[in-house]
Structures are given as structure tokens and as C-alpha cells.
């Protein structure tokens, strides 16, 4: 199949996701590109790296992306999981990096809450502290769970486009993402503490 043909193909299932990028007018669909998924991309890349090296990944992300333009296969994935899966590779490189901030994340006290009305704070502090407690689970993960995890709650990608990113079927990242969830919600589940009458507290 020509390249022509996979383009028109690909279009009859997501033409609006699944650009040309070989075509004469690079600009202008790389612009779209960039607009119409950058947001999306810097937000998962902040999450995961922290806000201070994201945008630099992300004009990598991109950098990459067109470099590598011929190698995108429209019929294997749309371009919004194409770069998502640049971007979880640039990632990769900096797994250290990433655990580090995961486990500062961890460690951060929750108390300053900078933005947002005042019928927020309570809301804002509390997420916080959620964020601080699945953050010390995500920096133990194996950094293929994490990708699937992030991918799917920080990227808000779907199985398909997960496996597609991480060249995995999609059966496989919906049976990781169902072992992940299970044990970070045994690790989020406080033990039961009995405490008899009288106040004291069994340890």
C-alpha cells in the first residue's frame, strides 16, 4: 500500500487526527499539529517530569516528530498517540529525573495554596495530599505500569492508543492498568485500627 493509500484509509476512521505529514504544506500541518495537541502533551509531560524541564521535552517532542515525520503510519495510530509515544520515549531518558520529582512530590508539606477561591482551598489542600500519597506509589512502579497508568489518567489516553504508544496489544494494557489501580488502591486503604473501650489503641 502506497503512502497515498494509507493516508486515505487512515482518513475514513480519523481524518482529522491522522494528518499527512509527508505532504508539501509541512508548515502549516505541523502547526496544526501543535495546536491541536500540545496542551495535552505538555500537561502529561509536566506531570510526569515536572513543570521546569517540560518545556523542553516538549519542543523535543516535536523536534523528533518531524524529523521522524515519514515514519508515522496513519494506519496504525493517530497522530495525538504518535506523539504521546515521543514523548513517553524522551521520557524514558529521564526516568531519574522523573522518580526524583515523583518522590519530592511525595514529600512536599501541601500546606501553600497559591490559586483558586476560597471555596477551593479545602478542595485544593485535600487533592494534595492525594497527589503526595499516589506519588510515592507511582516512583516504586515498574516504569512500563507507570506508562500505562500515566498514560491513561495524566494522558487521558485510551487502551488503543496506549498499545499504540507502547507497542503492546490493547488487551495487555487494559490487564497492566487493572493490576496497577488494584495495588495502589491496597496501598491507599489506611489499616483498621481497633481501639477497644476504655481508648486504648491496639498496635
Not at 494528518?19 to 495537541?37: A, E, I, K, M, T
Request: glycine share 6%; with cysteine.
Amino acid at each position: 500500500m502506497t503512502r497515498a493509500e494509507r493516508y486515505a484509509a487512515a482518513s475514513e476512521v480519523d481524518g482529522d487526527d491522522r494528518p499527512d505529514l509527508c505532504g508539501d504544506d509541512l508548515r502549516s500541518v505541523f502547526q496544526s499539529l501543535f495546536d491541536n495537541h500540545a496542551r495535552d502533551v505538555r500537561r502529561y509531560l509536566a506531570s510526569r517530569a515536572g513543570p521546569e524541564v517540560a518545556d523542553d521535552l516538549l519542543g523535543d517532542t516535536f523536534l523528533i516528530a518531524l524529523q521522524r515525520r515519514a515514519s508515522y503510519d496513519p494506519a496504525r495510530a493517530g497522530a495525538r498517540a504518535w506523539l504521546f509515544g515521543i514523548a513517553t520515549n524522551l521520557l524514558r531518558r529521564h526516568v531519574r529525573a522523573e522518580t526524583r520529582y515523583l518522590r519530592m512530590t511525595a514529600h512536599e508539606d501541601g500546606t501553600q495554596v497559591t490559586h483558586g477561591h476560597a471555596d477551593r482551598v479545602a478542595d485544593r489542600v485535600d487533592a494534595q495530599v492525594r497527589v503526595r500519597e499516589l506519588a510515592a506509589a507511582l516512583a516504586e512502579l515498574a516504569p512500563g505500569d507507570r506508562d500505562v497508568l500515566l498514560l491513561t489518567s495524566w494522558g487521558e489516553l485510551d487502551a488503543s492508543e496506549i498499545g499504540a504508544v507502547l507497542d503492546i496489544p490493547a488487551g495487555t494494557v487494559r490487564s497492566r492498568l487493572h493490576r496497577v489501580r488494584r495495588l495502589l488502591r491496597a496501598r491507599a486503604t489506611p489499616k483498621a485500627r481497633h481501639r477497644p473501650e476504655g481508648g486504648r489503641t491496639d498496635d
